[in-house]
DNA sequence: CTGAAAGCGCTAACAA
DNA sequence: TTGTTAGCGCTTTCAG
């Protein structure tokens, strides 16, 4: 039933004239819009079908002035988090009619800013991005843009608009309890290099500051970046108990580089959590198979995502203006087997 | 230096006004295209940048019939495979003006179309899609797209236009010969259920076949769907020990549970590869780390995004229809600690 | 170097 | 239930 390949797209216009009906008449039927008779529904759907045609997305929204889109800013597409948090996104929308589209900052501000102004330019209905740290001028965009923005994973600073995440300072004090409680006391950090990752400074800092309450400094640290996260941990966790050999526990910033650590002192012989205890952050299933399941605390990525769409995908079908809303979930502490000395 | 928030989104009218330039002469110096001399051209810059102007990429690819899209549909994210030639896609488009944007099928034909049609419906400049199995419907509307469509990662199909990739079926051969090459005898298979994973499907075909030749049949094989990679690695490798204690390889359809597999060998103080060798595919940094070096075969996945890239770039600056291009890459095998014995 | 006019392909609003 | 008329905000084209 096909056609010649056309050259120049197909318009409208074209599947008006094969269907003799008026284009304003083709495009309710081809958008489920408004009463049309079953009789000139069937003969558009057949005349479009046949002509395989495909709708001018660009023309409709800029006629409409409404586009399915929604912006989704996130530092990284190999981090494992961020996947999951796009799963959440995708999720929700897909019980909408929105779409999500992804931008890559690579932890840059500027990259991040570019992305931004880039992705605005196409007038999306609505942005989530990650982290609460932007430039100013990131910042101005996001407030004049006129729809809603949902800064996600980190609660610990303001807000544009709405916001939906955890606190990273209180998840590192959590932990800094959670370790002491269990009467470790020699403690090593170990984590990715942070000025861009605030996130995981921010972590670091609240855990540095629990500790310090209970009196404790961090014994050892280090900081690595690039290269794969598992090996690192092996490399590293070697060379901290080299250097330190009386650690008692090692706090790594990230489940990955824990199981690494986690390996390596398996094959040492090392008593964990006996000897040396550990933990890492996020609760990612990747792992969910080792050995031992390293202690973590859920990041509650995939929430996230769901609730921060949620958030957006009201907005489009109230149309409304709506207040600014903030969710604040609470991480759980999974103490696997690595967390268990009394 | 910012203005009042702007409840309806700035246009080039605006700029305009508060310049006293036409709102050509504003449009040409946003786009860097035309001469305008540097007085104006200044004044409009610092017009445009006070007001906080972000501009309407819809109308502006609506009038110029240009879109600086390219859609990339992958069937998954969470697999490891697809980031990294999304990395290989991204660096390649960096040195371009043109961006690429993601959509996601969940390894289901009819979901594929859906979302093809959707983002056809943007009129990009380009598509890269993964795998050269299609509906018949998805083939038609690239066909038809008049833009470069490039099918990547797998090669033993027909493309639409041009394609990058390896082959699978060979991949599988390549391996089945070095396993028997090494003296393995009974080989059991382990991978994702099938159906859908053409890729992976390949590999398995090509994998029996070559052990066909070589006069020797599969001991034993099991499917999963679901679940975590590492985890089903290591139930399964059990399991399947247990069922047939006779096996001496075992080929895994992907790294992850390949290290599933290694891992729980390892534990039980089986001697890999003496007694047990291993394989498994793509050679993902991920798993860099574990105590063995799995043996894999590289999938070559950066290089084919790159190059899948590079067709849809090439076309968009040269502007020309240009020939279909096909790439056919080789993987290479590792052998790392696994699958040595003699 | 700068500006005015005429659409790009579609849909809101109104008319029939 | 269907059709007509105006744009949406830009860029192309052509004229100054």
Known sequence: MSQVPPKRPLTLRDVSEASGVSEMTVSRVLRNR??????????????????GYVPNKIAGALASQRVNLVAVIIPSM??????????????HLENTDL????????????????????????RPSGVIIAGVEHTDSARAMMANAGI????????????????????????????????????????????????LDHRARKRFEGFTEALAKGGIEIADREFYSGGSALAKGREMTQAMLERSPDLDFIYFSNDMIGAGGLLWLLEQGIDVPGQIGLAGFNGVDLIDGLPKRL???????????????????????EGAVQDPVSHVLTPKLSLGDTLKRK
């Open 34 to 51: 408004g009463d049309v008779s079953i009789a000139t529904r069937e003969k558009v759907q057949a005349a479009a079908k046949s002509l």
């Open 295 to 317: 202690a973590t605390m859920d990041a509650c990525r995939k929430d996230i995502g769901q609730m921060a769409a949620q958030i957006v995908a009201d907005r489009w079908t």
């Open 99 to 122: 779409q999500p589209v992804i931008g890559i900052t690579d932890y840059l501000p500027e990259k991040e800013e570019a992305v931004l102004y880039e992705m605005l330019s196409w």
């Open 148 to 195: 809603p923005i949902v800064e996600i994973m980190d609660v610990d600073g303001l807000a544009v608009d709405s916001m939906v995440g955890i606190s990273h300072r209180r998840a590192g004090r959590k932990m800094a309890e959670a370790i002491l409680k269990y009467g470790y006391r020699s403690i090593g950090f170990m984590g990715t290099q942070m000025p």
């Open 78 to 91: 190999s981090n494992m988090v961020f996947p999951e948090v796009m799963t959440g996104i995708s999720q």
